[in-house]
């Protein structure tokens, strides 16, 4: 018993004093244990009766021996203490990324976590806005189709990924802010660490760096599933993709997803007026925001926006989408939304005859009509032939078509250009976007006035007629016409805000002695009311060149033109195939080109810019030359007019002037480029007709009404738009002013019969005559301006009514 309690004591006596020198070196509890059996390797452990695992040592006291050995004492310490200051260095940054550290460690990481989480909280809330806009967009516009808004947003995201070059860029950045921190957010619940210090940790794992230094399980786990994401944005970053984003990147560069617009503008077909008709809507959208424009082409997506973009395409703030199909099956109109479209404009083909390319048109709309598309807008055509233009009106007569016959305007136009130059010009000015436009609305205060007073009662527009009630369209109506309840007057002005009715007439001519004779005008009086004025001698007109033109071409030649004269036509198509067209042609108009004499001169594709070839023209013989566009594209038909035009040029320049007639050929064009070629080699009297087709399919697409004042101007049924010397309408004996206002010059031309001003030129101080430029409602017209014998008027005259 004594022994047992000698034992005990000694073991009591060997725990304290091993505390005792533990807690001396800086030692907790459990460390003071590890140093004991560090110190006494010998000794073993024994449970104690409270199973708390106390250390138990054998019979030999411990406090004697490490009083005998310091050395292995302290030996033994030495590890222990290291790894504790080890811990205690790390628990120190610990606490430093909490916030008890260095003052200034903490101020920047929390300055950088909040600029973070600043970002990141403004890419959502600017991403909010703009969600909210689309969502709008698609419940006013698109809201009654089939697609949900959620496919609407996916075909949205789409293309601006596909547009914008800044996209992929744009995305990953969010993707990765995202990933971040909102695994920051998570972290810092999960842990309880510091957001500054949820954000390291994040970044370090998203950058594929392991999370073996976490300690908590959550962390750990969250850390092998961040890493995990950090690998795959990686992967998107270094340009590994996977075999799903592939295929629908494919889809898309082919055209072949399906469009979700409201609203929108669908161009059916490519041509080479698709080019100058993007850029007229494009230009009469800018002011409201731009458009949306979807083409559906059968040619391969790549290659119609190659031919687009690759020139310079100029849509302002619009935007444009290519799809590859057929116009005339259902699946591809409804690729393209056309049920929802605002407008659809069919392109007549021009790569195959009139009658062809408007049976395509005619398949096309019938397409539409069947579905009733476009729900709630409506549909413009370009008929290539005039015969059809009562067909394509008649085939969808529940729906708002309008159809337009460009292609006789352009060759009119050429006819009429070759007899007053510079007429395309202001044509053209009359067309556009660009400058004084059309726009129609009733006045009240004017209904029981005559069309005469109306006209002077807008200083800042040209009145050109009225629209009736019942939607006639009424050019020049006559001067005692008499404006009617829900007539609408039809003004040529910069804007449609840009002009009122004044209080008062404009312009009021000098009272006249009723009682003194007024001579005759020094024009006759049958010539002002003829109502086509056919030249009195044959004439020899050469043609170079062939396309859809030439039909209208030689119609409009053969109305004016002398019984006698001939027209040499000169082009590589087989003359057999002109034959036939030409039969078609008279058949299709119930009449014989009786007028002129037709002579063919065939030439190879290859030789047809020969001065070889050329020579055999005896082009300085003819009265009038006309210029055809003919290539392949629209570059190789201008190259050849350009090659033709220089040779016919050079030959000119070896013939004796006596010999000669003067050489002003009218050019047709389908480059902008080619005008600036055409000017620096001394030719201005050219047409574009591309640009003329463009910009009066976009104006008609913008304002269909449109239409009926084209129609009613390049008709000649009521009117005829030309040039006039303002001799023309002097009074014999009369001199010709020096100065001239537009509102007098206006009122004079009133009083020789139904015929409206519009225009008047004015010659450059350094040019010609022929490079006269043209002003078209001068903004003021009662301060009058210089004038001269070679300055002209443009004027819309009304056939069979002279005073």
């Not at 001199?735 to 004015?762: C, N, Q, T, Y």
Request: charged letters at 25%; glycine letters at 8%; one cysteine or more.
């Amino acid at each position: 018993q004594g022994q047992g309690q000698g034992q005990g004591q000694g073991q009591g006596q060997g725990f304290e004093q091993g505390f005792e020198l533990g807690y001396r070196l800086g030692l907790g509890e459990v460390d003071a244990k590890a140093f004991l059996n560090a110190s006494h390797p010998a000794h073993g452990e024994q449970p104690t009766s409270s199973g708390g695992g106390a250390l138990a040592v054998g019979h030999e006291a411990v406090a004697p021996d490490w009083h005998r050995r310091p050395h292995a004492f302290t030996a033994a310490a030495e590890p222990i203490l290291t790894e504790r200051s080890q811990q205690a260095g790390r628990s120190k940054r610990d606490r430093g990324s909490e916030g008890h550290g260095d003052p200034d460690d903490w101020s920047l990481n929390h300055l950088c976590g909040m600029l973070v989480f600043i970002i990141f909280a403004g890419f959502l809330c600017a991403a909010v806005p703009l969600i909210r806009a689309e969502y709008l967009f698609y419940k006013d516009n698109i809201g009654d189709s089939e697609d949900a808004f959620s496919v609407y947003l996916t075909y949205r995201f789409t293309d601006w990924f596909t547009t914008k070059k800044y996209a992929p860029g744009l995305v990953l950045l969010f993707l990765t802010m995202g990933l971040i921190v909102t695994g920051a957010i998570v972290y810092a619940i999960l842990v309880g660490k510091s957001p500054a210090h949820s954000l390291w940790r994040i970044f370090v794992w998203s950058t594929g760096s392991p999370a073996e230094g976490e300690v908590t399980p959550a962390g750990r786990f969250l850390g092998i599933l961040v890493t995990v994401c950090g690998l795959i944005i990686l992967s998107l970053l270094l340009g590994i993709v996977t075999e799903m984003f592939t295929t629908k990147m494919t889809e898309i560069k082919q055209g072949v997803n399906k469009v979700v617009e409201g609203g929108h503008v669908v161009i059916l077909g490519f041509t080479e007026c698709t080019r100058c008709l993007l850029e007229e809507l494009a230009n009469a959208r800018e002011s409201e925001g731009g458009g949306m424009f979807v083409i559906l082409a059968q040619e391969k997506k790549d290659d119609v926006e190659n031919a687009l973009f690759g020139n310079s395409l100029k849509i302002e703030n619009s935007r444009i989408v290519v799809r590859s199909g057929s116009s005339c099956t259902i699946r591809d109109l409804h690729k393209v939304a056309a049920n929802s479209a605002a407008q659809v404009v069919i392109m007549s083909d021009t790569s195959i005859s009139p009658e062809e390319a408007d049976a395509k048109s005619i398949r096309t709309l019938l397409a539409l009509m069947t579905k009733g598309w476009p729900t709630n807008g409506r549909v413009i055509v370009q008929c290539a032939s005039e015969a059809n233009r009562t067909l394509f009106k008649n085939i969808y007569s529940n729906k708002e078509v309008e159809v337009v016959v460009v292609g006789n305007i352009v060759a009119k136009l050429m006819a009429q250009t070759s007899r007053q130059h510079g007429l395309a010009t202001v044509f053209g000015m009359m067309l556009g976007f660009e400058g004084d436009e059309f726009y129609s609305e009733e006045w009240p205060d004017l209904v029981g006035s005559t069309f005469r007073e109306a006209v002077f009662r807008f200083s800042q527009a040209v009145v050109l007629g009225v629209f009736s009630a019942e939607e006639e369209c009424m050019i020049n109506p006559g001067w005692d016409y008499k404006i009617q309840e829900g007539d609408r007057i039809i003004v040529l002005a910069e804007d449609n805000d840009a002009y009122t009715l004044e209080d008062k007439p404009y312009y009021t001519p000098p009272e006249v002695d009723l009682e003194e004779p007024i001579p005759p005008l020094n024009t006759s009086a049958e010539e002002l009311k003829a109502r086509t004025s056919r030249e009195s001698t044959p004439t020899k007109t050469l043609i170079i060149g062939w396309n859809n033109n030439i039909g209208p071409l030689l119609l409009s030649l053969d109305s004016v033109s002398a019984h006698g004269s001939s027209i040499t036509i000169y082009s590589p198509r087989p003359v057999e195939d002109r034959e036939q067209d030409i039969a078609k042609l008279e058949l299709r108009v119930g009449q014989k080109l009786e007028a002129a004499s037709i002579k063919h001169v065939c030439v190879d594709s290859d030789e047809a810019s020969s001065k070889l070839e050329l020579q055999r023209l005896n082009h300085h013989e003819h009265d009038c030359v006309f210029i055809l566009a003919e290539g392949a594209t629209r570059a190789k038909a201008d190259e050849r007019t350009m090659a033709i035009l220089t040779q016919l040029n050079a030959i000119g320049a070896e013939i004796p002037a006596e010999e000669k007639k003067h050489f002003d050929p009218v050019v047709e064009m389908c480059e902008d480029s080619t005008a600036e070629h055409l000017q620096m080699c001394g030719f201005l009297n050219f047409v574009h007709s591309n640009s003329l087709i463009s910009q009066a399919l976009a104006a008609v697409t913008e304002e269909p009404q449109v239409n009926a004042i084209y129609h009613d101007l390049m008709s000649n049924v009521h009117n005829s738009f030309e040039f006039r010397s303002y001799k023309d309408f002097l009074r014999q004996g009369e001199k010709e002013p020096d100065m001239l206002s537009f509102g007098e010059a206006a009122h004079r031309i009133s009083e020789a019969g139904d015929i409206a001003l519009v225009a008047w030129s004015a010659v450059p101080k350094e040019g010609t005559a022929e490079e006269r430029e043209w002003e078209m409602n001068p903004k003021d017209k009662i301060t009058p301006r210089q004038w001269s014998s070679d300055d002209q008027v443009v004027v819309i005259r009304r056939f069979g009514s002279v005073d």
